[in-house]
């Protein structure tokens, strides 16, 4: 699916966070979005997700304005088609590993075919192998980070949000995130990151630098 922001502007407190920023991420590639530290990467990111209201502009998924979508409009698109791994992971730390990549108790997941093997593969692909009923909360950073990663691979979404997804990782976990997000482009997903690592950056077809389309005023 297409997603694009046309000439969004948001303003938070009063402040001008985004000022007509204009980006269109393709399916089967990943579009990182681009800033330093305070730019508006996860709002631009919020934004697009449909997850935060723009107080100026359009949003458009394959062509269509979606920008005045109410509540249950919003809701179905995150279910049918989006997957998201934000900066606060949004990991429930009371509940098992296999309940978070599920969103299901297993006592009704047995009903889907392949729901055990399919949340094994999610688990094994983000090195989280056999962690399955452990508590989530006892996991670091790092490992919750991988957690919803898991969740998003489980969940096969058309179109993937990803907040800087290597940002508490070393080397090898940061190279394996990379690789698993740019899977899902092969894949003909559309893939947005936020992120300031080169190595991410370098991955993806596309760029948006914040601010770099700002209209003037
Ligand atoms: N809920 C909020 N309340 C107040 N200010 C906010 C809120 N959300 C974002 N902002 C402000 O908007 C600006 C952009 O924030 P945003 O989180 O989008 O930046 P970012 O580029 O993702 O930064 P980082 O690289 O540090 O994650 C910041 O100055 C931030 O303080
Ligand atoms: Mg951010």
């Not at 800033?35 to 631009?44: D, E, I, N, V």
């Not at 989530?136 to 691979?153: D, F, N, P, T, V």
């Not at 997903?189 to 914040?210: F, K, L, N, P, Y």
């Amino acid at each position: 699916m297409l997603i694009e922001a046309k000439d969004i502007s948001v303003a938070i407190g009063g402040r001008l966070v985004l000022d007509g920023e204009s980006v269109r991420c393709k399916p089967g590639i990943m579009t990182a979005l681009v800033g330093a530290s305070g730019s508006g990467k996860t709002t631009l990111l919020h934004c697009l997700g449909l997850l935060l209201p723009v107080d100026k502009g359009s949003i458009l998924i394959d062509g269509k304005d979606v920008t005045r979508y109410g509540t249950a409009a919003r809701r179905r698109f995150w279910r049918d088609n989006a997957a998201f791994v934000l900066q606060d992971y949004g990991i429930m730390d009371e509940e098992s590993v296999a309940f978070n990549v599920t969103m299901q108790a297993s006592v009704i997941g047995k009903r889907f075919s392949g729901y055990k093997e399919r949340l094994k593969q999610s688990l094994e692909q983000t090195g989280l192998k056999g962690r399955e009923n452990e508590l989530a909360g006892h996991l670091s950073g790092g490992e919750k980070q991988r957690l919803a990663l898991s969740r998003a691979i489980y969940k096969d979404a058309n179109i993937l949000f990803v907040d800087e997804p290597t940002a508490s990782l070393d080397a090898t976990n940061r190279q394996m995130v990379i690789e698993l997000l740019a899977d899902f482009a092969v894949r003909a997903r559309t893939v947005i990151v936020s992120t300031h690592d080169s190595e991410m950056i370098a991955a993806c077809g596309a760029m948006h630098q914040i601010g770099s389309n700002s209209s003037s005023h």
